[in-house]
């Protein structure tokens, strides 16, 4: 799951078919020189790496997706396909689960390096727990207190379940180009468990540890995870976590170097950023646009106007009743409206001494659940949806599961045995009913970060404010624009508004949320059996089973008092009539998907 911007996120459910096919598109598509498009974004590029609990945001996902090679992607059928002009995958053995990666010789990376199983091999490395001998630890306003030791040791901030189901160093071929990787137990979503790093290993090797020559800066990369060199995975880990966050183009070209058909070649802060097609690209679908500006705009109807005005030629804004209204009027633009199966939600901080955490009540963890359950429940979700949805989408209902979009199979049934009931209806005088029998005295101050630029995220937190006071809360504006890179910093917030935006259709697509030491779980949550059903879908195919594990974690969830969903958005995408073949999916990287079929020119009219 991605974190995005202003326009909320999207939630898989392991309900929706998956396919897998060896199919590449085709790659015959001649260029066009000197085609450019502009795209509008609600939210600037901050990382190049997606990997880290900063950097995992779709806005960065989506330039990454342009620029970086990759096994496989989705297509709009949600249907998992091979990127085989790239490389190829293959099932060794199932007992244990092998699984080799391959990639094609030829694929470089932007400063002519080859890419080859080095950078598949870092994005184990990195992402393996195993490899981390210390974790920051944070002070009441959020700094970290330990650096020191954070300095001296090892700390990737990432991690993947997957990737720590594979405990011994995988082996590289001799030709460099072939990986294989020996799972300890079997992993349903193994297809999609394993890419290329988005930050290649020499340059990673570069920026961290000084080496000028590529092959020495790989040796040195994979040298340091097998034989666990602490002082090279020091410096690698703190490269890793700080060097590749930029909001403008860097001097040092190895921080955004590409693997894939684009290349970022400008960028100004807040603005704009450009991406150029390589010349020397061979190795994936070729892309007919030269080059693809992304105009970033946190403003739904300025991102139409700047569409009616020639500024971009496609946009993806957060939609509303008003932004419809005016792309309506609008000749020579198209524009679809659609459910994405995005899911917004409120989660609490379980672990940082405010008024979730079991701490601040000597302990009392059934007094901490009373207040979260109190908070959730007195959170108006009806009158949200009423106010700022249904004017959009008349039908529109509250989202009753953390894990299973309302269009799924499954929903009804996940539904109707998680418990969700107790939280149907916002109810504040049933709140402050929790609140005294469990002994806590109010008001209680609870700060709430959202993202303070996006208007209806804004509203959401006015009406939360006004209906939490009943219960006897106090709610605290911690609105900020730079709300993403705050989640991991729990000692500054203690609720957050924000949403998911998934990037597969397996029900494992949560577990980062869920886990204990999960990538996502910014709240701290804890629960060992959450762990153990998430353990037991792990290597589940039975879609039965996937179903009551599911009610069984959803109904734990709401138990703690963890999270309340609040409904999906609906989503509006538009684009000039004279471009050709532009789509958006329900998963990211949503309209970047197919981003080597758009065609500038030619009468769209007639295709459809």
């Known amino acids: 799951m991605r974190r995005i911007g202003a326009a909320g996120a999207i939630v898989a459910t392991g309900a929706l078919a998956l396919s897998a096919c060896s199919s590449t598109p085709s790659t015959t598509t001649e260029i066009d020189e000197e085609t450019s498009l502009s795209i509008g974004w609600n939210q600037p590029f901050y990382s190049q790496n997606n990997l880290t609990s900063v950097g995992n945001a779709t806005t960065n996902s989506n330039v990454i997706y342009l620029t970086n090679a990759a096994f496989n992607y989705y297509d709009n059928n949600l249907e998992l396909q091979q990127f085989s002009d790239f490389g190829t995958y293959e099932v060794e053995s199932e007992d244990p689960l092998t699984v080799t990666y391959t990639i094609n010789e030829g694929a470089t990376w932007s400063d002519g390096t080859p890419v080859d199983a080095v950078d598949v091999f870092l994005y184990w490395g990195a992402q393996n727990d195993s ?42 071929s001799d030709d460099g180009l072939s990986i294989t990787f020996v799972y300890d137990e079997p992993r349903s979503d193994w297809e999609i468990s394993v890419q290329p790093s988005p930050i290649a290993a020499h340059a990673l090797a570069a920026v961290a540890l000084g080496t000028e020559d590529a092959e020495e800066g790989k040796q040195r990369v994979v040298d340091a995870f097998t034989n666990n060199v602490t002082e090279d995975l020091s410096a690698l880990a703190k490269s890793w976590n700080e060097d590749f966050n930029f909001t403008s183009l860097p001097e040092d070209e190895n921080l955004y170097l590409s693997s894939g ?131 959009l989408q008349p039908d529109a209902e509250p989202r009753e599961s953390h894990t299973v979009t309302s269009e799924a199979p499954a929903y009804d049934d996940v539904v109707a045995g998680n418990g969700s009931e107790f939280y149907r209806t916002s109810d504040p005088a049933k709140a ?19 993202g303070a630029s996006n208007v209806r995220r804004a509203n959401t937190f006015e009406l939360i404010k006004a209906s939490a006071a009943e219960a006897g809360f106090n709610v605290i504006d911690e609105g900020d624009d730079n709300w993403g890179s705050r989640l991991s910093d729990t000692a500054s917030y203690d609720a957050s508004l924000f949403g998911w935006q998934s990037t597969n259709t397996y029900a494992l697509n949560s577990e980062a949320n869920f886990v204990t030491g999960g990538l996502n779980n910014f709240a701290g949550m804890s629960d060992p059996d959450i762990d153990a059903w998430y ?62 079929e758009w065609e500038v020119g030619g009468d769209t009219a007639d295709e459809e």
């Not at 979700?381 to 009423?386: F, L």
């Open 131 to 172: 490899f981390d001998n210390v974790a920051p630890e944070y002070d009441e306003e959020g700094n970290i207190t330990n650096q020191d030791a954070i300095d001296a040791g090892v700390y990737f901030d990432s991690s993947s379940v997957a990737m720590n189901l594979i405990s011994e160093p995988p082996t590289i």
């Open 535 to 596: 353990a037991e879908m792990s290597t589940n195919t039975d879609p039965e089973q996937e179903t009551e594990l599911t009610i069984l974690i959803e109904e734990r969830l709401n138990e703690l008092g963890f999270s309340l969903p609040l409904y999906q958005h609906p989503g509006v995408m538009a684009y000039r009539d004279s471009l050709q073949n532009v789509e958006t999916i329900a998963l990211s990287p949503t309209v970047f998907w197919n981003f080597w």
């Open 432 to 450: 402050a009913q929790l609140l005294a029998d469990a002994g806590v005295a109010t008001p209680i101050d609870v700060r709430f970060l959202y």
């Open 261 to 391: 058909p684009y290349v970022m070649t400008d960028y100004v802060e807040n603005q704009y950023l450009t991406l150029s097609l390589r010349e020397d690209y061979s190795w994936g679908p070729m892309p007919s646009v030269d080059e693809i500006t992304i105009r970033y705009s946190e403003d739904p109807l300025a991102s139409v106007t700047a569409l009616q005005n020639g500024e971009v030629d496609i946009i993806e804004p957060q939609a509303s009743v008003d932004v419809i209204e005016t792309l309506e009027g609008i000749e020579g633009v198209e524009y679809t409206t659609a459910p994405t199966g995005t899911y917004e939600h409120v989660d609490l901080i379980f672990n940082n001494g405010g008024p979730f955490d079991p701490a601040t009540y000597g302990g009392d963890a059934a007094k901490a659940q009373a207040v979260r359950q109190a908070f959730l429940l007195s959170v108006p979700r009806d009158e949200i949806i009423e106010k700022l949805v249904q004017p």
